[in-house]
């Protein structure tokens, strides 16, 4: 059984990285820039993405690794 948290931590890096990196996308194609002058409607929706995607993509990143967990049980 593998209960690295060295495992769990990279795990949780890459899942929220690349959630966030897909929102700051997901963002400019809609047109909000999250580092627009200033903070106006385009850059707070961008900023609302980029959280939204860090967010979904930790919590999928720490469900894979418990599945992962519980395969190897």
Known sequence: MDKS???EGLADA?????GALLGFWLGRLLGLDI??????NASIGGIVLVGLGGGLGL???RRWH???QRRKE
């Open 5 to 7: 948290p060295w495992v």
């Open 59 to 61: 919590q999928l990143a």
């Open 66 to 68: 418990s599945a992962r």
């Open 14 to 18: 890459v899942g929220f990285v690349g």
């Open 35 to 40: 580092f627009s002058q200033g903070y106006n």
